[in-house]
């Protein structure tokens, strides 16, 4: 996987708006690893998981950047460039 700067990566990366994958909560369902938007703070799950809520919420608003919310994970992936960014 290549991984190198990306322009779509914001200047401000926005915190988590939730402690697990917004929409699972409100559906009461579950999730497998968590991603974060970085650029409005959004928490979905990841493709792994049955709803991957984090590419429908991409589908929706553009958002290009995502960020793995596991524990000892900080890579970031960007659907516009196709690829790990860091």
Known sequence: MRIKP???VPADI???????CEECLRMGDSWV???LC???GHVG????????????HHG????????SLEPGEGWMWCYAD???VG
Request: glycine share 8%.
């Open 6 to 8: 990306c322009s779509h």
């Open 82 to 84: 196709a690829l790990q």
């Open 60 to 67: 929706a608003t553009g958002h290009a950047v995502i960020r």
């Open 38 to 40: 970085v650029h409005c």
């Open 33 to 35: 690893h968590l991603r």
């Open 14 to 20: 926005h915190q988590p708006t939730s402690k697990g």
């Open 45 to 56: 799950c990841c493709d792994d998981s049955k709803n991957r809520h984090a590419t429908g």
